[in-house]
């Protein structure tokens, strides 16, 4: 199955500074990265995705990039805000046609945003 | 749509007990699954399932059952109750195989002492 990797676990950065958060796998064949944010109390949420196809995906303050040599792809997070402040979840996969769909998820990265 | 829907919020077991966490998705999604978060870790996989009458074991299937006779229903059953299955419990479903993004419940805190 896949190994999933987070660094850092655990991320304080000053409100309105960048965060980048990174996520390494093991499955040369994995074609789906996304990234979840799950905040205190609440369920993990999709914030932002990507597929192999694509080496880079924009959504307003987030990002993600994916270096698919190097088995990677981070999550960026520019012009932090307090509501920023959650946990942060990969979940490279493989998605086929014939259903592979047993999900890894990594151990999460807790952000703190610093007001 | 209700969505993803996970019943009780909360509960309190004793050692030994058994019960059922259940789980519902009105999105026609074909794939559902079980996770348990402990305390400052990430999703394990329990079980999952890709259609009606087809499931599979995850990462942590010890201790728990289950089965899906419909699209919409995926119940997890613990058969006897261990401190050690005391853990947050999320239940997820999309649309499978071609789909891509999770939809998770609200989850279930489990308490077993």
């Known amino acids: 199955g896949e190994n999933v990797e987070q660094h850092p676990s655990t991320l304080s950065v000053q409100e309105g500074d960048s965060a980048v958060i990174k996520c390494t796998y093991s499955?040369?064949?994995?074609?789906?990265f996304p990234w979840y944010k799950q905040e205190l109390g609440k369920r993990p949420q999709l914030i932002i995705d990507?597929?192999?196809?694509?080496g880079e995906k924009k959504d307003q303050r987030i990002a993600v990039t994916l270096n698919k040599t190097a088995k990677h792809f981070s999550l960026h997070i520019t012009e932090t805000q307090p509501e920023d402040s959650a946990v942060y979840f990969c979940?490279?996969?493989?998605?086929?046609?014939?259903?592979?769909?047993?999900?890894?998820f990594g151990t999460g990265t807790r952000l703190t945003i610093i007001p | 749509n209700a969505g993803v829907t996970q019943t009780p919020k909360f509960q309190v077991l004793k050692t030994g007990q058994s019960m059922t966490l259940q789980c519902a998705q009105d999105?026609?999604?074909?794939?559902m699954s079980w996770y348990r978060q402990d305390p400052g870790m990430g999703l394990r996989l329990i079980h999952y399932?890709?259609?009606?009458?087809?499931?599979d074991q995850g990462e942590v299937p010890n201790g728990y059952n289950v089965s899906r006779s419909t699209t919409e229903d995926f119940p997890l059953r613990l058969l006897s109750a261990a401190p050690s299955q005391t853990s947050v419990y999320f239940c997820?479903?999309?649309?499978?195989?071609?789909?891509?993004?999770?939809?998770f419940g609200p989850g279930t805190r489990l308490t077993v002492t």
């Open positions: 997820a479903s999309s649309r499978a195989p071609s789909s891509y993004e999770q939809y």
């Open positions: 499955d040369s064949a994995s074609n789906y």
């Open positions: 990507i597929r192999s196809n694509v």
């Open positions: 979940a490279p996969r493989r998605v086929s046609n014939f259903g592979n769909e047993k999900l890894t």
């Open positions: 999105m026609n999604h074909e794939y």
């Open positions: 399932s890709v259609g009606a009458g087809i499931t």
